[in-house]
């Protein structure tokens, strides 16, 4: 499942560094699916959506740091944990009971937005 930020977010902005997909933005910044990845143009997404990867999507959170759960794989490929949770100090990036996926699902995700 993807991490969530909750609204006990202070704003410190120690999670968006970590993050190995860039799935991380401050609240009411744009998002794409291009950032930190190696999307480019029109792709159908693992989900079956499709999007333009360099288009600017609508910020989840106008108010805290937010994931896009699209993007967010709890690092797995990367690292044993989720490297948001292993940081925040105020322990606000929690598992989302709304996007449950598998460990597969997740990681052909992360092979899916990293081409190595």
């Known amino acids: ?3 969530i930020i ?3 977010c202070i704003n410190c902005g120690a999670c968006e560094p ?5 799935a991380i933005y ?8 291009a950032d930190g ?3 480019e143009g029109n792709v159908v997404l693992p989900n079956g959506r499709k999007a333009n990867a360099n288009e600017a999507q609508e910020p989840i959170s106008d108010e805290i740091y937010y994931i896009v759960p699209d993007k967010c794989t709890e690092c797995k ?7 948001c949770a292993a940081v925040c100090p105020v ?3 929690v598992p989302d009971e709304d996007n449950v ?16």
């Open 18 to 22: 970590e993050c190995p997909n860039t």
């Open 91 to 93: 322990d606000c990036c």
């Open 101 to 116: 996926e598998t460990e597969e699902e997740l990681l052909a995700k992360q092979r899916f937005m990293h081409n190595d």
């Open 37 to 39: 990845t190696d999307l």
């Open 6 to 8: 909750t609204d006990e």
């Open 1 to 3: 499942m993807a991490i």
């Open 77 to 83: 490929g990367f690292h044993e944990e989720p490297q």
């Open 26 to 33: 401050e609240g009411a910044d744009d998002w794409r699916y």
